[in-house]
């Protein structure tokens, strides 16, 4: 009996890691991304939505919606929707700037960046098993509270001398059907492939777009591999 309930205590943090990494597949989560500027009082803020399946992710902001699929071949490809005027444009892998990593889209830092840092500290079990990291590159230091079994960030801080830009996690659900949902309500919408809008200049929708310089599609993310900010992600 000793044996039975040493064996179930050593396997039993493994069972909840690979629970809460299943019943986190499905996600939806608020974010806040502020920036601090040195000697200003007010710091700038703005919030989106990360939501997920296992094989598609979404940063939704007020206006605009970064949908990432990926493929069978496990190629990326983005879809970015408008959702004021319910219309979309539909990428193909090659057709976006720079090499696209999966866990970066998925989790907002990629495995690779993570693997980078140092860890400080651990806290906690089973879902709320929380990781402290920490990198310093030259004048930058970077900061990162991790979810590990959720692949979740729950806080990040990238200062420098004068700027430090945070990210916080809010509230998070874990609801299959409506995250399902709102992933079938932006599939609804109608859709132009990137290669046809030169055949369709005319379209008044597709036209202001070009000339707010939304159609080329450039990298995504919080932070690549390399530590580097990525635009368009969180600029909506």
Known sequence: MKTIILSLALISPLASAAQCALDSQYVQASYQVSKQVAGKAVAESQQFTLWRTPHQVAEQGIELVEVWQQLSNQQIRPIRYFQTQQRGIEYQPSEVQGQQNWSTKYQLVSDDFIAKMTLTDEQGDGCEKIQHYQLVQGDTTIELAWLVNQK?????????????????????????????????????????????????EGDPFLAKMINLGFIEHGASGFYDTNGKALGGGHSH
Do not use: E
Request: no cysteine; net charge negative.
């Open 152 to 200: 979740l960030v729950s806080a990040m801080s990238i200062g420098k001398a004068q700027l430090t830009q945070t990210l916080t996690l809010g509230t998070v659900d874990f609801k299959k059907d409506p995250i399902q949902q709102q992933f079938a309500l932006w599939d609804a919408y109608q859709t132009t492939d990137y290669a046809d809008i030169g055949d369709n």
